[in-house]
Every structure is written in C-alpha cells, then in structure tokens.
C-alpha cells in the first residue's frame, strides 16, 4: 500500500500491558526512564483503523512489537485512519494471539469443552421430539 501522505511517526504494533494494540510512535527513540506518547488507533472495520486516543505509557508497560514498514500503511490524516495491508493484518492477529499468553486461545477451548458437555448433558433422548415453547401448542385429550 503507497502511504496517502507521508507519516512522521511511525505505526507500530505494541503491547500494552496485556493488549496487541496499532499506534503511532510520537518518539521513535522512546527512553526506558521516561514516559512515552503513544497514539492509539481502534479497529474499525477488517483493515481499517480509526485514532482513538492519546496516552502517555511508562515503559514498563509497552512493548514494540513490530514497527510497520510505510509500504504497508496507508495513513489519510483528515479522517485519521489508517488501512493496514492484508498480511500486515494477519499478522497483527497472530501477535495478539501470542501476545495474550495463549489466553484467547485457552478461553475459547473452555467455551468449546462448555457447550459440548451442555449438549451432551440436555440432549434429548433419540426420538423425543423437541418444540419450542413459542410454537407448542396445547392439544386436548381425545377421549
């Protein structure tokens, strides 16, 4: 992707604290004794990105994970987004995957384990035939 305009900072991709986050470096050369300005870009629509925020992180908290090349980022600065290129995107994907510690992956295993012992514990038995209470009807008693 060809940038719209040239980018002064660069975007990266950071985590911050627990979260794989798209930002703009407002201080490339960020000191590990001071805090830094980030500019912290929301996920809007596939590879599309919307600014959000500014915040000032301790350099404890962020860490770069990847500084994305201008080739692949295509900023327009009067509607403040940013469109990543497609593998940029899978990528920031698989970051924060890894970058959670397996969390979003162990969390989706647990709702998976959940609904399979559900379904196993109030299936019905073969033959039972199911309603729904909104179309069971109550029908009387032939005699």
Same mark, same amino acid.
């Given at each position: 992707?060809d940038? &719209?305009?040239?980018?002064?900072f660069?975007f %990266?991709?950071v985590q911050i604290?627990?979260?794989v986050c798209?930002v703009q470096? *407002?201080?490339?050369s960020?000191s590990?004794?001071?805090?830094s300005d980030?500019?912290i870009?929301?996920?809007e629509f596939? *590879?599309i990105f919307?600014?959000?925020h500014? %915040? &000032? ?9 990847e500084?994305?090349d201008?080739?692949?980022t295509?900023?327009e600065e009067e ?5 990543l @290129? ?9 970051l924060?995957r890894?970058?959670?510690g397996g969390?979003?992956s162990?969390?989706?295993s647990?709702? =998976? ?5 559900? =379904? *196993? @514990?109030t299936a ?7 309603q &729904?209470?909104?179309t ?5 008693p032939?005699?």
């Amino acid at each position: 992707m060809d940038s &719209s305009s040239p980018t002064p900072f660069p975007f %990266a991709f950071v985590q911050i604290k627990d979260a794989v986050c798209l930002v703009q470096l *407002t201080n490339p050369s960020m000191s590990p004794l001071m805090y830094s300005d980030v500019r912290i870009f929301r996920h809007e629509f596939i *590879t599309i990105f919307r600014y959000s925020h500014c %915040a &000032s992180v301790h350099p404890s908290d962020i860490h770069v994970l990847e500084v994305l090349d201008d080739r692949s980022t295509s900023y327009e600065e009067e509607q403040e987004t940013v469109c990543l @290129a497609r593998e940029v995107m899978a990528r920031m994907q698989r970051l924060s995957r890894i970058g959670l510690g397996g969390a979003m992956s162990s969390t989706a295993s647990q709702q =998976k384990q959940h609904y399979q012992y559900t =379904k *196993t @514990a109030t299936a019905p038995a073969h033959g039972t035939r199911m309603q &729904s209470p909104r179309t069971s009807r109550r029908v009387a008693p032939i005699h």
